[in-house]
């Protein structure tokens, strides 16, 4: 795997530190500067092109990453290579297990993704060194959790309409870290295709193509060049999705 990187080492905070997402809303935003310059000597910030593995399923795992940008798509594989969806990650999430030696998933580059990766045995020293660090963690693996059980619904009760309304609306509210979180309307490129998006809410593809279709003709949605989608009211969105 070809990638792109780039050292972040620096005094005081790292420069690239200073405007990175994961540094004012992920883990990183417990560390203080001293330890955000400990971390920098040891980390790299680096791109991937969508498609590329990032983890394997039973691989050694040797170090994390802080999404900086795109959308990393989590999947689990059976014995006969059958595979399912199971999440998507997107910046600030923390990508990695901590304390466990082989990693239990794998996650592929959904969309050319930017990394900030940092071995595994210095993250884990802070972990031990800083509370807040370890609480941090704890909130966003609890946070998943509640994610998850949200998507157990979805999956479990909601309508073909409904959960193409979901998903949309997930991927619009967190695709792009920059977006004002009161933003009434949303405009993004689809980080699936039609065929990960069926596997994703345990639909046909023929359904998926025609609930964006009835989306699209009740105007909540407008899709250009089959993947551009613009949502013009998410409160319309949010209401069609059954939340």
């Not at 359904?207 to 319309?236: F, K, P």
Request: aromatic residues 4%; neutral net charge.
């Amino acid at each position: 795997m070809k990638t792109a990187r780039q050292d972040i080492h620096s005094s005081g905070i790292p420069v690239l530190c200073q405007s990175c997402e994961a540094r004012h809303r992920g883990v990183c935003g417990a560390l203080n500067p001293d330890q955000l310059v400990g971390l920098a000597k040891t980390s790299s910030k680096h791109k991937v092109e969508p498609g590329m593995e990032l983890i394997g399923d039973a691989e050694t795992v040797e170090s994390y990453s802080n999404v900086l940008s795109g959308v990393v798509k989590l999947t689990k594989s059976l014995s006969d290579g059958r595979q399912q969806i199971v999440g998507l990650q997107f910046a600030p999430d923390f990508l990695g297990r901590p304390f466990r030696a082989e990693s239990t998933i794998n996650a592929e580059a959904a969309t050319a993704v930017s990394l900030c990766s940092f071995p595994k045995a210095t993250l884990e020293r802070m972990i031990k060194e800083s509370p807040e660090l370890e609480h941090r963690l704890l909130k966003q693996t609890l946070n998943e959790l509640d994610e998850a059980r949200d998507w157990m619904v979805t999956l479990g009760r909601k309508t073909a309409s409904e959960k193409m309304a979901s998903f949309l609306l997930m991927i619009a509210r967190n695709i792009d870290p920059t977006i004002d979180p009161t933003a009434k309307s949303a405009a993004f490129e689809l980080p699936l295709t039609r065929s990960d998006i069926a596997d994703f809410l345990g639909l046909t593809i023929e359904t998926v193509s025609r609930q964006l279709t009835r989306l699209r003709t009740d105007g909540l949605i407008r899709i250009e060049n089959n993947r551009h989608v613009t949502v013009n009211s998410l409160a319309r969105l949010e209401q069609r999705s059954g939340a």
